[in-house]
Structure formats: structure tokens, C-alpha cells
């Protein structure tokens, strides 16, 4: 089992404590606990915009997808109406 610290009550690994210590140097935070909430907040963040571009990649596919059935309709009506001139020349 790995060993693990405690900040502000929560289990932290020690490659992840040093993570943490990163964060504190790069950032001139103070304690690990604020760099550990810092990190979440991050995260969250991160997830957040994930979230919300998955969302709107999906609304442009659909977006498209209907698009490209309009197009096909409309060529569907097009090939049928040069067959039916066609027909009655």
C-alpha cells in the first residue's frame, strides 16, 4: 500500500504531496492545503469546459448531420424533377 500525508484532512499521496509543492513554488501559495484546494478548483474548472465543449460538439455534429439530410433531400427533389423533365421530352 502506498504511504500517503494528510492535508487539511484528506489523503495525499507523497508523488502527488510533491505535485503539490510545485504548485505552492509556481503559484507563491502558501500552505498545501491552499495549493491542494487550488488544484481541485482547477480541476473542476477544467471539467467544467470539458463539460460544456462536449456539449457543443455535439449540437455542431447534429447541426451538420441535419444539415447534410436537408442537402440530401434537396438533391433528392432535384435528381427527381431533372427525371421527370427528362421523361417528357
Do not use: C, P, W
Amino acid at each position: 500500500m502506498k504511504n500517503h500525508l494528510r492535508v487539511d484532512s484528506v489523503k495525499v499521496f507523497e508523488e502527488d504531496a510533491l505535485k503539490l509543492e510545485l504548485l505552492q513554488k509556481a503559484h507563491g501559495i502558501k500552505g498545501k492545503g491552499e495549493a491542494y484546494r487550488k488544484a481541485v478548483d482547477f480541476m473542476l474548472r477544467y471539467h467544467e469546459l470539458y463539460v460544456q465543449n462536449t456539449m457543443a460538439l455535439k449540437e455542431l455534429t447534429k447541426a451538420v448531420n441535419d444539415g447534410n439530410a436537408k442537402t440530401d433531400e434537396r438533391l433528392e427533389d432535384l435528381y427527381f424533377k431533372i427525371n421527370t423533365i427528362n421523361a417528357h421530352k
